[in-house]
């Protein structure tokens, strides 16, 4: 191992290493620690991030939209047809919540058919906009090879696959409450994503820099692997953030009630935002202007369009790490496998909502939730398997 390693597990007293200050340490444990950032220990110590000063950010809503529908598209449309527009799949997570233990853009939402998750979203894209469109997808490393595999068994659904990219998110290790790095094996660390503000760097880490420049992708459309309605690289939206002159865009649904469990477009200290619910007073979620319209009233979905030329900007500075609370297995000092019934450990991620927060403004644009909007978060209830079919056949998707 190296000196300089050997120091900062000494200087951070790192109970599950010191193991590896004498004889052979795996090459991808000495891997993982090199490229780790070490200052992330420091921010377990440090207080919860104050957000700033909140304040209403008004949203383009579908009454505005609808008159001028025709006007976007055509200048969405002429961008695609550029080739100035690409999308990104967030793919990294596995389907736990479901009871399905592979990536969860495999599940088989179908009941009379299969009909994955990947291949709605394919189909999404393709109807949106047609077959052009590059689409880079980012899996994790627990998925990455299965992915893959899935796309080329099922001949990518259809999609031309010389405009899909795969790229692995970046991975950061847990420590414990102690601030100790935790292994997860004989010969690794225990890594967990990096968050769904990593996206863009990771894109960068996997050299697809090339491939946007090589392509001339001037906007990037981001969007989650969960919500099986979602339109995406969708020329309208594309047309209306840039003939706002926004250098991002961000689809938006009516809140269900002010108490919703969604992030709700914002203002903070002057800058476009998302203000989660749980940082809501009730003054605030309960809020409304003149015509009883919710100033906070409008709950993202977590689908953005980035300019490039601001992502590679804002990329120069790193985004804010947030710390969480999560059970993480782990081998103790004896080298047994631990499984934790209670939290034990800190992750720590960055967020999308502070890539928001890093641009010069943000158009939020208002979506019928009933077309767009069926997050597959759950087995049954809410948000789950069961309301995501029955949304899928009401706008008139075979099943």
């Excluded at 627990?142 to 899935?150: S, V």
């Excluded at 946007?212 to 309605?229: I, P, Q, R, S, T």
């Excluded at 800058?271 to 993202?300: H, K, N, Q, W």
């Excluded at 631990?338 to 943000?362: G, H, R, S, W």
Aim: overall charge negative; proline content about 4%; glycine content about 8%.
């Amino acid at each position: 191992m190296k000196d300089t390693l050997k120091k900062r597990i000494q200087d951070t007293d790192q109970k599950y290493l010191s193991r590896f200050l004498e004889g052979e340490v795996p090459g991808r444990i000495e891997k993982q620690l090199e490229e780790m950032d070490w200052s992330c220990l420091g921010l377990i110590h440090e207080k919860k991030r104050e957000r700033g000063h909140f304040e209403p950010l008004k949203a383009m809503e579908l009454s505005e939209i609808t008159p001028r529908r025709e006007e976007f598209r055509a200048k969405g449309m002429e961008i695609i047809k550029q080739g100035k527009v690409g999308a990104v799949l967030l793919a990294g997570g596995q389907g736990t919540r479901l009871g399905f233990d592979r990536a969860k853009g495999m599940f088989n939402i179908g009941v009379h058919k299969n009909l994955y998750i990947f291949e709605q979203l394919i189909e999404n894209l393709r109807q949106a906009a047609g077959e052009s469109i590059p689409l880079y997808i980012m899996t994790s490393e627990k998925n990455d090879k299965e992915t893959r595999e899935f796309f080329k068994e099922h001949d990518y659904f259809g999609y031309n696959s010389d405009f899909i990219r795969f790229f692995v998110q970046e991975m950061v290790p847990a420590v414990d409450f102690d601030g100790n790095i935790l292994l997860e094996s004989e010969d690794s660390l225990a890594m967990s994503p990096n968050g769904n503000g990593g996206w863009f760097k990771s894109m960068l880490k996997a050299g697809l820099k090339q491939d946007l420049e090589e392509k001339g992708v001037e906007w990037l459309n981001v969007f989650a692997v969960d919500n099986v309605l979602q339109r995406i690289a969708d020329p309208v939206f594309v047309g209306a953030t840039v003939l706002s002159g926004c250098v991002c865009g961000a689809k938006v649904v009516k809140k269900a009630d002010p108490y919703e469990r969604v992030g709700a477009m914002c203002l903070e200290n002057g800058r476009p935002s998302i203000v989660e619910y749980y940082d809501l007073t009730p003054e605030m979620a309960e809020a409304v202007d003149e015509s009883g319209t919710l100033l906070y009233g409008f709950g993202v979905i977590l689908n953005y369009l980035f300019s490039v030329e601001e992502l590679m900007e804002i990329v120069k500075s790193s985004l804010p790490l947030h710390v969480v609370e999560k059970k993480v297995p782990y081998r103790d000092e004896a080298g047994v496998l631990q499984k934790p019934a209670e939290p034990n450990a800190f992750k720590f991620e960055t967020l999308i909502l502070d890539m928001v927060y890093m641009m010069k403004n943000c158009l939020p644009f208002e979506v019928c939730r009933e077309r767009e909007f069926a997050p597959v978060k759950n087995a049954v209830g809410t948000d789950s398997v069961e309301s995501a079919r029955e949304l899928l056949k009401k706008n008139g998707i075979a099943i």
